[in-house]
């Protein structure tokens, strides 16, 4: 399969850890995505690379986020000092150039406890 | 920035029978509407799309229409089948914000 991946699927932790996800997009696509969403929401919008830059951060991204996309293909997102309010679906989209058709993972669900 | 309404937020409909979901947008420059559909526990899969210079687009019983002067597109579901329960996000591409806004999804049950 050469969709999308992300790992982990799920992760629990305790309100004030740090958390890492990771994304691999489909091997061509040069946009990768990172979206979030709440229960009974649609995704919203956090931020996007163009193949290793970072060109967009929506306000919804605190300073408590960070993600990186080194070499252009993978992507991680970390999130510091998390908060009871960071629970939710964090979902890794790709696309070949904006306005394509974007491509979602299975998503990481994280839950602070 | 772009705003995404759709309506319903739920729809029963009978196995068989037709589901019409309908979503408004706010960004006259907005040019591409993907539809998703996403199963518990799934990330959202797309099913259809449509671009601003076509009025309508047909997949097999999956259809989209699309009216620019109204800012309004619509899913329309044919023969609806069990399989198609699920929740349904809108969504508009806007170029000047380079991102996608969803709409807030409409949770399907198609009753047998």
């Known amino acids: 399969d050469t969709g999308v991946s992300q790992d982990p699927r799920h992760k629990i932790t305790k309100r004030g850890q740090n958390v890492t996800f990771r994304c691999d997009p489909i091997s061509e696509h040069n946009r990768l995505y990172w979206y979030r969403q709440t229960l009974g929401q649609g995704p919203e919008f956090l931020t996007y690379?163009?193949?290793?830059?970072?060109?967009?951060k929506s306000r919804l991204l605190s300073d408590r986020f960070s993600a990186e996309r080194p070499k252009g293909s993978f992507s991680t997102l970390e999130i510091q000092r998390t908060e009871q309010g960071d629970s939710a679906m964090y979902l890794c989209?790709?696309?070949?150039?904006?306005?394509?058709?974007?491509?979602f993972g299975p998503g990481t669900r994280l839950t602070v406890t | 920035g772009e705003n995404v309404e759709q309506h319903p937020s739920t729809l029963s409909v009978q196995e068989g029978d037709s589901a019409v979901i309908k979503c408004t947008y706010s960004?006259?420059?907005?040019?591409?509407f993907p539809w998703y559909k996403q199963e518990l526990g799934k990330g959202p899969q797309l099913i259809i799309d449509?671009?601003?210079?076509?009025g309508e687009k047909k997949d097999q019983r999956i259809a989209v229409t699309l009216n620019k002067t109204a800012k309004h597109f619509s899913l329309h579901i044919t023969e609806t089948q069990p399989e198609d329960s699920a929740v349904y996000f809108c969504?508009?591409?806007?170029?000047?914000?380079?991102?996608?806004?969803f709409g807030g999804g409409t949770r399907v049950l198609v009753k047998p």
């Open positions: 690379f163009q193949n290793e830059a970072q060109l967009e």
């Open positions: 989209a790709s696309s070949l150039g904006g306005g394509s058709e974007q491509y």
């Open positions: 960004d006259s420059a907005s040019n591409y």
């Open positions: 969504a508009a591409w806007s170029a000047a914000g380079n991102k996608l806004t």
């Open positions: 449509i671009r601003s210079n076509v």
